[in-house]
């Protein structure tokens, strides 16, 4: 059984940045490829970046390319999300995601586990 836990939302001011965290438990979790999604209210959840499971390539959203960057320790089995720059449209629930695949996904649909999800406010 795979377990994630989030870590680092908060209230920050437009500008701003944060760090998020997510950690992982299994046996198994580094080899599984990551993905951070957030949920705005009243919207649907949305990818935002991911990482495979070597820790190298990446895909990122446009709405936050040049201003979010994932990265994840291995062997801390923890996952990071560097948010700069951060605007009030980044208000969300922020969700770690894990796939039982080495390759990234921007769907939900494809990934197997879940965090509970922290939230971020950014004020204007």
């Known amino acids: 059984q795979v377990q994630l836990v989030e870590s680092g939302g908060g209230l920050v001011q437009a500008g701003g940045s944060l760090r998020l965290s997510c950690v992982a438990s299994g046996r198994t979790v580094s080899t599984y490829a990551m993905g951070w999604f957030r949920q705005a209210p009243g919207k649907e959840r949305e990818f935002v970046v991911g990482?495979?499971?070597?820790?190298?390539?990446?895909y990122v959203a446009d709405s936050v390319k040049g201003r979010f960057t994932i990265s994840r320790d291995k062997d801390k089995k923890t996952m990071y999300l560097q948010m700069n720059s951060l605007k009030p449209e980044d208000t969300a629930i922020y969700y770690c995601?894990?796939?039982?695949?080495?390759?990234?996904?921007?769907?939900?649909?494809?990934?197997?586990?879940w965090g509970q999800g922290t939230q971020v406010t950014v004020s204007s």
């Open positions: 995601a894990g796939r039982q695949s080495r390759t990234i996904s921007k769907y939900g649909s494809d990934y197997d586990y």
């Open positions: 990482i495979g499971w070597g820790g190298i390539m990446t």
